[in-house]
């Protein structure tokens, strides 16, 4: 394929390749303001137009004619999407890597992007997991792995090479973990496998999340379908935001396995989400200093003084399973008996899928609306009440 044997000319695999489009007429960031300034004359091609994103801040998406794309990601690097049929430019930057479409045999191991592929009906782009498929709660996934159209190759920090390799894998899809093991990276730039580390977690609105669908059309041709499937989740959130505030507090947390209690940064997307829903969420100053993180640990005693009032728990069942009543939630912290929202019933815990659900971000938080103004909690997709 012309478009894999550029990446493998112009060589360096570019170690923080994060995934993503932006477009101009966004809440601005210096990233996007920097890519305007020099994409009408990028690799010779001519300018036509950049995707119009509202929320995500650190990718963007530029046009050019005969039907090119260059995608360009935060402290990442470029990548040119040349349609079929057409010729590799001549003159590429040598930072420039290439994808030829259709862009096919993707060895995905960021989850968040999955449900985004399914849901674009671009799942054929797609030949490799990281994840097996009994570990997958996007349905289309799992049966495209039970039925071997997507193979499972292995974790992020153990892919089996032989299997990619012998595939003729085009493009590795990872998340931020794979930082965590650079021979991994070293190991697939040695077979000529490009990678992408998607970076939607990083996005600071929930909506900025699911704007990276847009990339994902751009990456595979499906564009207005990407728009489409973004305005859906914005149309959403605007009904919820247009209703009154409650300004109810709520606390989302986890148990861990060694008696701590988990929970979110301030600055992370899921207060975002609580704040959206018209609630507050009990921690809204927590960050811890110099952390990229998005939760931090806390005693049990300081989680008791900070949200004992809290008006509605939230358990965050993603890591453990999750629990199925009150009482089982106290087995793991006996002091929540004490807290507020258990004795007046309000007390919740996430589905195991909240987190693999990157489609559904605006209908979570509609749930969590419903849950603040005690409406409609039959209709609840991502949250459910512990009796």
């Not at 003159?91 to 420039?96: K, N, Q």
């Not at 292995?154 to 085009?170: F, H, M, R």
């Not at 077979?191 to 998607?198: A, K, R």
């Amino acid at each position: 394929m012309k478009g894999r044997k550029r990446a493998i000319r112009f060589g360096c695999l570019l170690l923080l390749g994060l995934l993503g489009l932006c477009s101009c007429s966004s809440p601005s960031s210096n990233f996007r303001q920097e890519q305007q300034e020099d994409k009408k004359e990028s690799q010779g091609l001519i300018y036509q137009d950049s995707e119009n994103l509202q929320y995500a801040e650190n990718f963007s998406i530029d046009y050019y004619e005969g039907g090119y794309t260059v995608l360009s990601i935060k402290d990442g690097g470029r990548w040119l999407v040349v349609p079929e049929g057409k010729e590799i430019p001549a003159d590429l930057e040598e930072d420039m890597m290439v994808l030829q479409r259709p862009v096919q045999n993707l060895y995905l191991v960021a989850s968040a992007a999955m449900d985004m592929f399914a849901s674009l009906d671009a799942l054929e782009s797609i030949r490799f997991s990281g994840q097996k498929a009994e570990n997958w709660y996007i349905d289309p996934a799992r049966a495209a792995m039970e039925r071997g159209e997507i193979l499972y190759a292995g974790k992020y920090s153990k892919p089996d090479y032989e299997l990619i390799v012998s595939e003729n894998c085009t493009l590795a899809i990872e998340n931020k973990m794979i930082l965590h093991a650079p021979e991994v990276i070293e190991m697939l730039e040695s077979f000529g496998i490009p990678v992408m580390i998607e970076q939607s977690s990083y996005e600071s609105h929930p909506l900025g999340r699911v704007e990276w669908v847009k990339f994902w059309g751009a990456l595979t041709g499906k564009e207005e379908q990407a728009r489409e499937l973004f305005d859906r989740q914005k149309a959403i959130v605007d009904q919820v935001t247009a209703e009154e505030k409650t300004d109810k507090t709520v606390a989302f947390f986890y148990i861990t396995s060694n008696g701590l209690v988990q929970v979110r940064q301030g600055s992370d997307y899921v207060p975002k989400m609580i704040e959206l829903a018209g609630g507050r969420y009990i921690f809204p100053d927590l960050v811890e200093d110099g952390a990229k993180r998005s939760t931090m640990n806390m005693q049990v005693e300081e989680f008791y003084n900070g949200a004992k009032d809290a008006d509605y728990l939230i358990y965050n069942s993603s890591i453990d399973g999750g629990v199925s009543t009150v009482e089982e939630l106290i087995d793991k912290c006996e002091v929540l008996k004490d807290f507020k929202a258990v004795r007046e019933g309000h007390v919740f815990c996430t589905t195991n899928d909240m987190y693999q659900q990157s489609m559904a971000i605006g209908d979570m938080i509609a749930d969590i609306h419903s849950m603040l103004s005690d409406a409609g909690k039959a209709e609840m997709n991502y949250i459910f009440p512990l009796e």
